[in-house]
C-alpha cells in the first residue's frame, strides 16, 4: 500500500503570498490532520477533515483553511503569508477519526520558508 | 485542555544499552489514548507504539515498551538493546478530541 504522499515537498513564498499544500492519505483512509511543526512551538495540530468535513480545528488563525475532497485527498491553503508560517507541514492519514484512537500515518512533509 | 509535557530535550545511550524516555500529560479525561512516534533526520513520523488508557496492561512492540501509570499520568517509552537506528527525535502523544505532542526527546544513539 501506498503511504501518505505531499507535494509539494519544498516551497519558497514571500510574505502576503498564499499557498496550497497537497496531502493524498493511505487508500481507504478516510481522515486527513494537519499539522504544523516548528523548532520553537513543536508540533501543533492545525485541523482535522473526515467524509469532506472539517471535524477539528486548533489554535490557528483564520488565514489557515483546508478541505477534503470526495477521494479523501487533502488540501490546506495559508493566504496572507507571514514570516512565522515558515514550518514543515505534515500531513497524516487514518482510517477513523482523531480521538478514536487510531493509528496516524504521517507524509513526509512540506517546507514552506517565507521570505 | 490536554498537555503532554516530554521534560528531557535530550539524551544519549550507548548501543545495546536500555534507555527510558519520560512522559507526563495533564488530562481530566478518563478514556484516552497515547502514542510514542519517532522522527528520524529523513523527517517521516512513524508510530513506535501505542497504548488504550482503558487497559492497565503496558503495551510492548519488540524492544520498545511502556510504563502507562494512568494515576501519575505518565507513559515511558523505554528502549531496549539500543540500535543506531533508533537514533531520532521521540515524541509522546496524547489522543482524546485531537492530537496533542510533546516538545520531543532527541535521542542519540553511540555506537
Known amino acids: 500500500k501506498a503511504g501518505v504522499t505531499q507535494t509539494p515537498r519544498y516551497l519558497i513564498k514571500t510574505r502576503g503570498q498564499q499557498v496550497t499544500l497537497s496531502c493524498s492519505p493511505i487508500?481507504?483512509?478516510?481522515?486527513v490532520s494537519w499539522y504544523q511543526q516548528t523548532p520553537g512551538q513543536g508540533l501543533q495540530f492545525l485541523f482535522e477533515?473526515?467524509?469532506?468535513?472539517?471535524?477539528n480545528k486548533g489554535n490557528f488563525p483564520g488565514r489557515f483553511s483546508g478541505r477534503q475532497f470526495s477521494n479523501s485527498r487533502s488540501e490546506m491553503n495559508v493566504s496572507t503569508l507571514e514570516l512565522g508560517d515558515s514550518a514543515l507541514y505534515l500531513c497524516?492519514?487514518?482510517?477513523?477519526?482523531?480521538?478514536?484512537?487510531?493509528?496516524?500515518?504521517f507524509g513526509p512533509g512540506t517546507r514552506l520558508l517565507v521570505l | 485542555a490536554q498537555t503532554v509535557t516530554q521534560s528531557q530535550p535530550e539524551m544519549s545511550v550507548q548501543e545495546a544499552e536500555t534507555v527510558t524516555l519520560s512522559c507526563t500529560y495533564d488530562t481530566s479525561e478518563s478514556n484516552y489514548y497515547l502514542f510514542w512516534y519517532k522522527q528520524p533526520p529523513s523527517r517521516q513520523m512513524i508510530l513506535v507504539i501505542r497504548q488504550e488508557a482503558y487497559k492497565q496492561q503496558n503495551a510492548t512492540e519488540n524492544r520498545f515498551s511502556v510504563n502507562f501509570q494512568k494515576a501519575a499520568k505518565s507513559f515511558s517509552l523505554k528502549i531496549s538493546d539500543s540500535q543506531l537506528g533508533d537514533t531520532a527525535m521521540y515524541f509522546c502523544?496524547?489522543?482524546?478530541?485531537?492530537?496533542?505532542f510533546g516538545a520531543g526527546t532527541r535521542l542519540t544513539v553511540k555506537p
Open positions: 502523544a496524547f489522543n482524546n478530541n485531537d492530537m496533542r
Open positions: 497524516a492519514s487514518s482510517w477513523g477519526r482523531t480521538g478514536t484512537g487510531e493509528t496516524q500515518y
Open positions: 477533515y473526515f467524509s469532506e468535513t472539517q471535524r
Open positions: 487508500s481507504g483512509h478516510r481522515s
